[in-house]
């Protein structure tokens, strides 16, 4: 019965990501000559950061309120449900005042204005924090479940993780939508696997003491009355929250996708994911004859080798690490991106400074240290961290909903007539977050300090900053434009040449009116110089060299149509680092002319030009001979 429920179960989800593999543009796709993510794309990237909850938080809310977090993750996957529907009103919000991406942050300095954005920046960078302290500390943790290995080693695996990802960042080297899509379908196969093997080998007395989770709350509240029923509903939630944590990252990436809707698509993804993996795994693992006191830090890990077999414990423990380390980088990055805006806002040059891989390594050495700290102050508690992360988490749950509050009194719905959610059900779901909020802060000292500090340091700092420099006072400097290069290609007639050049590396040897040198560049360096008319200058797109390329080739392939256009590469040459990426890029440029077939494609090598002393002696060896 195992064995085929297991093989049927498989066959059916390698057909279905065989499928997905097939499906063209399933990640992103150029349009306008931009390169946008998909909704698909973007929910994957959350999905991902909320699947390494599933590791830890099911043990820390027993720890609070017993076989009661089977009920009340259930309830908080519900509540976040309702929360995503108010973050897509402020994806479209952003969107229709063109505030692309940043998230609390935008929305809060939007509504409020330079002060509660700070308090917004505090919040988001605790959770920052603290997803990266509990996701190593975790990762370590069950990776190590099945081995001999003692506290000293581990403090050594915790900070060694924490750093080996500060130096993959600093280097420039970050995974991308394919690697995480790759990573998911492991993780997808192994955890719907675990779910299939809770169910097959559930012991008799589970299915009681699920039950009994939802009907000890339903007895206590009705004999209780309503102020007890609020007081369990705010700690129980309160427990749970962390079990959705990263939820907020989607509006974070809204400037990576073509509109709202596609963040509503993703939050929907996520609730028919996530939304329901995390509730039926933490049911399963939490009403299963463990002991949970000796397994507080690996109960997932543990699990599934009770229900499956220790290679499949190590399986699972492995495949958490690898997500939870994930979860790392993702933090770095996006506090990174979050530090870069706030210091590009307020002229703080000093902190955003690059080194030659375009790496905001001065921000990623900071968060190392910081990360390092942490971990050291809490002697790598998971419980103590857990305690401290939902602290930040709902605070900037608070402050979204609460800017949205304010923007919906004085707004109303004239703006927002496509997308918009009932005030009164928004008042609701504040005072629910406010009163966990509230209550954490009064049992969890350690989280109330860190929040704490980190809002007084901000303000202190910002608040001057704010008055003397602000984004209205700030010149920004303007880039070509995709449609700039395709008016001018468009008045000549003939083939066309495009020569895609690095900075630096650029030698314009055909000033024909029908080529055009295209140059990418990190917003992050300055703007490459102009060389010729003919040479134009664009952001790097969606983080990817290969997805700028491809945006600018399908607006060429779309607005000159039948005519030549020969498409032209050149060999980095600069460092060993760089060579040794030319197979992975050239192995992207391959896809293109299955892509392209109209195109002609050609990869050369210009050496260098002769110099007089060298072609004098060349003329004298043929005058010789």
Request: charged share 15%; glycine share 8%; proline share 4%.
């Amino acid at each position: 019965m195992t064995f085929l429920a297991l093989f049927w179960l498989n066959v059916g989800l390698l057909a279905l990501f065989a499928v997905l593999v097939q499906r063209e543009g399933l990640l992103g796709f150029a349009k306008g000559g931009k390169w946008y993510l998909t909704w698909f794309a973007t929910g994957l990237i959350t999905l991902m950061d909320e699947l390494t909850s599933i590791f830890y938080v099911p043990a820390e809310a027993h720890r609070f309120i017993g076989t009661r977090a089977i009920f009340f993750i259930a309830i908080t996957s519900l509540l976040m449900r309702v929360l995503s529907t108010r973050m897509v009103e402020i994806a479209q919000i952003l969107e229709l005042h063109d505030l692309r991406g940043g998230g609390v942050y935008s929305f809060s300095y939007f509504v409020l204005g330079p002060v509660a954005s700070f308090v917004a920046v505090a919040s988001i960078m605790v959770d920052y924090i603290l997803t990266a302290c509990i996701s190593t500390v975790s990762a370590v943790y069950n990776g190590t479940a099945f081995l001999p290995m003692g506290p000293a080693a581990q403090y050594v695996l915790i900070f060694a993780a924490v750093w080996a990802v500060a130096g993959l960042n600093i280097l420039g080297i970050r995974e991308n939508a394919r690697v995480t899509f790759g990573i998911f379908i492991v993780a997808a196969i192994v955890l719907l696997n675990l779910i299939a093997l809770g169910v097959l080998h559930i012991d008799p007395q589970s299915p009681h003491v699920i039950y009994e989770s939802g009907a000890s709350v339903v007895r206590d509240v009705r004999h209780h009355g309503l102020p007890h029923a609020i007081a369990t509903l705010t700690t129980g939630v309160a427990f749970c929250v962390l079990a959705y944590s990263g939820i907020e990252s989607v509006i974070q990436t809204a400037g990576l996708v073509e509109s709202w809707r596609d963040i509503s698509k993703a939050y929907w993804f996520l609730a028919l994911t996530v939304g329901i993996v995390t509730p039926l795994i933490s049911a399963l693992a939490l009403s299963a004859p463990v002991d949970f006191a000796a397994h507080e830090e690996d109960l997932i890990t543990h699990w599934a080798a009770v229900v499956g077999n220790v290679p499949f414990g190590v399986l699972v423990g492995v495949l958490g690490s690898v997500i939870l380390i994930m979860a790392v980088n993702t933090a770095y990055v996006a506090s990174s991106e979050l530090l870069e805006r706030v210091a590009h806002r307020y002229n703080l040059n000093w902190l955003v400074a690059t080194n030659r891989r375009a790496s905001l390594y001065r921000i990623h050495i900071l968060n190392g240290l910081m990360y390092s700290g942490i971990i050291v102050l809490t002697k790598a508690s998971q419980a103590i961290l857990a305690d401290m992360y939902a602290i930040g988490l709902l605070a900037s749950f608070c402050i979204n909903i609460g800017c949205l509050l304010i923007y919906r009194y004085f707004q109303g719905t004239k703006e927002i007539r496509d997308y918009h959610t009932s005030r009164a059900g928004t008042l609701a779901l504040e005072t629910i977050l406010l009163a966990c909020f509230f209550y954490l802060a009064a049992h969890k000292p350690y989280g109330v300090a860190l929040w704490g500090g980190v809002v007084t340091v901000l303000l202190c700092l910002g608040i001057p900053l704010s008055r003397r420099y602000g984004p209205e006072v700030k010149e920004v400097r303007r880039s070509d434009y995709p449609m700039e290069m395709l008016l001018a290609l468009g008045e000549t007639d003939g083939p066309v040449d495009v020569y895609f050049r690095r900075p630096g590396e650029l030698d314009l040897e055909n000033r024909s009116p029908n080529a055009a040198f295209v140059t990418f560049f990190s917003p992050r360096q300055p703007i490459p110089e102009k060389l010729a008319p003919n040479h134009y200058r664009f952001p790097i797109q969606g983080g990817s060299v290969y997805r700028s390329i491809r945006a600018i080739l399908a607006l060429l392939a779309e607005e000159l149509e039948g005519r030549r256009v020969h498409v032209h590469f050149g060999w980095p040459t600069s460092s060993w680092l760089d060579r040794m990426a030319v197979g992975v890029f050239v192995a992207s440029l391959m896809r293109l002319p299955k892509a392209f077939p109209k195109f002609v494609f050609s990869m050369d090598y210009s050496g260098p030009a002769d110099r007089p002393a060298d072609a004098a002696a060349s003329g004298e060896r043929v005058a010789g001979s």
